[in-house]
């Protein structure tokens, strides 16, 4: 990635990662909304705590970058990311309890139980997971009915127990006994790729592309997923927690196995060049169009946080 390629992606990165913060602080005020009877202060405060935080918003931008390649409605493929963003925040929330993965820190501030309570982290992420279909469905999203259908069914799918559920209980069976290759890759495709080929295949939908496309797009979400899951394996074992900003070594410390503790970290390298090319590959039909999704997946497989 060049230095101007690597500039304009830094800046559109952050510039739809702004219009999803203001969206999501926006929605998630403690001010009712119509239907609604009244928004708890301490659940809303924690389910701000665990969503406006700062995080990258990738997978909210592959959304909207995705539904761009079709020049589709810029508002309603933000809220789809804003959707897509309350799941992703959910599966921490809950990813991060004592019994999951016990974790103290998440982006560099207390994870919702330790600052909150279990009960209250709990409920956060449930009042999150359901809002997000909220988001979808609503008539404020504004997409004919077939295609809010479609989006609905294809983030449950991507989030439940074919998906991210799945792959957590995977993942926590993992624990107790080491799966093979394929298992490891499937455990993956599962907790982390799934959300991540939805959010590109999302933006094919929200732009109503032909079916080719939607799969090709798709695809390409797999492909960045795994890289994504492969650079996360890669610096859990080589980044400090301070960098991180949320605890290292512990897939090691667990005796987790993963495809870097499994074949190192020159061959995770090599993985990680060839997902890109794919990933390029796939997007070579749309041309130009796709530039910044290209620089993505480099931006996914180098990331050094």
Known sequence: MTDRDFSLFQITLQQRAASVEALLGNLLSDSPQTGEISRPSRLMAAIRHSVLNGGKRLRPFLVMESAALFKADNLAALRVA????????????????????????????????????????????????????ELIASEETELDAEARVALIATLARAAGIGGMVGGQALDLEAEKVKPDEQGIIRLQAMKTGALIRFACEA????????????????????????????????LDVTADASHMGKATGKDAAAGKATLVSMHGIEWTQRQLVGLVAQAEELLAPFGEKAALLKDAARFIAERQS
């Open 82 to 133: 804003a959707a897509l963003e309350c799941i992703h925040s959910y599966s921490l929330v809950h990813d991060d309890l004592p019994a999951m993965d016990n974790d103290d820190l998440r982006r560099g501030q207390p994870t919702v139980h330790r600052k909150f309570d279990e009960a209250t982290a709990i409920l956060a992420g449930d009042g999150l997971l359901t809002y997000a279909f």
């Open 203 to 234: 933006g094919a939908i929200v732009g109503r592309s032909n079916f080719e496309d939607r799969e090709r797009l798709a695809e390409y979400g797999s492909a960045i997923g795994l890289a994504y899951q492969l650079a996360d394996d890669l």
